[in-house]
């Protein structure tokens, strides 16, 4: 193989490496945002949904449409306990409110609280226990969604 060959297939390789590394571009006009909550941290938590009401209000001021996803696993998992969430009523407070926001607990987590504590892990009915926490982020990302870890 000659020089100039070589070169173009470094060139298409080079394009090809950089086109891979591109997010994929949702083909829609609504915004999708997945937010990873994994600290038992009760402002982390609260600066998760901050983010999330200021994503959704901006969004929807400026008449586009939105999705947010909060995603807990881990010792965040706590967010959605419904025994000892530290901002329980908050997010029973922003269930009501909006329609495009949704909470997602970690089931692999959850069995392991249970199993450590020796009893059943209650979590608030605003969430739904999904497989797994990191699954569930990758997911949404193959689908699109931008992410965010406060």
């Known amino acids: 193989m000659n020089n100039g060959m070589k070169l173009l297939f470094a060139a298409l390789a ?13 083909h829609d006009d609504e915004e999708r945002l997945v ?13 998760a949904l901050n983010n999330a009401e200021n994503v959704i209000s901006i969004f929807s001021k400026q008449g586009k449409k ?6 807990a696993y881990g010792p965040g998992l706590h967010m959605f306990r419904a025994d ?3 901002v329980k009523n908050r997010i029973e407070k922003m269930g009501l409110q909006h329609e495009n926001l949704a909470f997602s607990a970690c089931g692999v987590t959850q069995d392991k609280m249970k199993k ?27 689908a699109g969604w931008h992410y965010l870890r406060p």
Do not use: Y
């Open 14 to 26: 080079g394009a090809l490496m950089v086109a891979a590394a591109q997010p994929a571009i949702a």
């Open 35 to 47: 937010i990873h909550v994994d600290e038992n941290d009760k402002g982390k938590m609260n600066l």
């Open 66 to 71: 939105v999705k947010v996803e909060i995603v």
């Open 84 to 86: 000892k969430s530290p």
């Open 116 to 142: 450590k504590e020796g009893m059943d892990i209650p979590i608030m009915s605003e969430a739904t226990v999904v497989p797994g926490g990191v699954i569930r982020i990758m997911e949404l990302q193959d």
